[in-house]
């Protein structure tokens, strides 16, 4: 498998795992309905660690375009692979959502509410108050980044034994899982632009019955929110480390 498709394919099952677990927790007559926010948060951590224990030994399993400008950044990788990388994490995320779609394709149709409709696709804040919902995103991107790169270093993780990739993956889940818990609250955590955006265009494009708007005024904060929260992760992480 290619670096390129492995993007394509560690953020598709990001994002049917991911999104999956939002579907079976706010649709109607899914049999998680109602089982509230740490049930999510897991899931996404879940998610996370799956996806990078598929795909990481091969692309690095960046499966998000703030981690790959952030590995830009630190001259991890060239500009070319970067921009390979983020349109791969975007296909991947597409995809993903529309196996979301088929997977709950009967709920859709009995789900009255819009809004949780569109959650198990993309983000929306909890208060709409543009800086703090802004912040909120940098937040949880510069904590997701500084993780992914403090966890694996060989004084955490010796990579003579195998920890690094053996257990590196699960922790970062649990990273994950931790903001999810902590800081994701006002926003609903995108930590992520291609993980908001990819799904924003599939609920925009998909016949679901009743789906209201995918609310475009809002999609540019977890967009430029997780890429300025994964430079200024990177920027500490070199300054500190």
């Known amino acids: 498998m290619s670096p390129f498709l492995a993007e394509l394919v560690g953020t598709a099952l ?117 800086p703090g919902n802004l912040i909120a995103e940098v937040l949880g991107a510069f904590v997701l980044v500084l993780g992914a790169l403090t966890l694996p270093r060989p004084e955490n993780l010796p990579v003579a034994t195998g920890f690094s990739t053996g257990l590196g993956p699960l922790l970062v889940g649990l990273v994950v899982f931790s903001i999810g818990l902590s800081l994701g609250g006002p926003t609903g955590y995108a930590i992520n632009p291609a993980r908001d955006l990819g799904p924003r265009i599939v609920h925009f494009l998909l016949p679901i019955p009743g789906k209201g708007s995918s609310d475009w005024r809002y999609a540019w904060i977890p967009v430029i929110g997780p890429l300025v929260g994964g430079m200024l992760g990177a920027w500490a992480y070199q300054a500190l480390w």
């Open 14 to 130: 990001l994002i049917l795992l991911g999104n999956g677990v939002v579907a079976n927790v706010v649709l109607s007559r899914s049999k998680g309905e109602g089982s509230g926010w740490i049930v999510i948060a897991a899931g996404w951590g879940m998610a996370v660690a799956l996806a990078v224990y598929a795909v990481g030994t091969i692309s690095g399993a960046h499966i998000n375009p703030a981690v790959t400008l952030a590995m830009l950044a630190l001259g991890q990788i060239g500009s070319g692979v970067a921009a390979g990388y983020m349109l791969a994490q975007m296909l991947g995320a597409m995809l993903g959502a529309v196996l979301v779609y088929l997977a709950y394709y009967p709920h859709w149709r009995v789900t009255e509410d819009a809004a949780c409709k569109r959650a198990a696709f993309c983000t929306t804040p909890a208060i709409r108050h543009t």
